[in-house]
């Protein structure tokens, strides 16, 4: 299993939403497929075919545990990460 699989399987989870590295969290969305723009201290990730836009930012260097939580409904809503989906 790869480091990125082992995110996601951590995200999906929900057991540790504030112990997720902000970078790890970035990466992922990228590997994704999701674009970004940074505008200060705000990373704005969209993608074609997603309708919510997810304006990220960190704290510390970890992802804040309410912006994991909407990463999460994001991914599974639209079924991201699965096996199906050719970006991961």
Not at 12 to 29: C, K, R, Y
Not at 39 to 53: A, L, N, S
């Amino acid at each position: 299993m790869s480091q990125q699989d082992k995110l996601l399987a951590k995200i999906l989870s929900g057991t540790s939403d504030t112990d997720i590295p902000f970078a790890q969290l970035w990466q992922l969305l990228y590997r994704l497929g999701f674009d970004e723009q940074i505008r200060g201290g705000h990373y704005i990730f969209t993608k074609e075919g997603v309708e919510e836009i997810l304006n990220l930012e960190h704290k510390k260097g970890k992802a804040k545990g309410y912006h994991v939580k909407l990463v999460r409904a994001v991914i599974l809503k639209y079924k991201l990460g699965s096996k199906n989906e050719p970006s991961l």
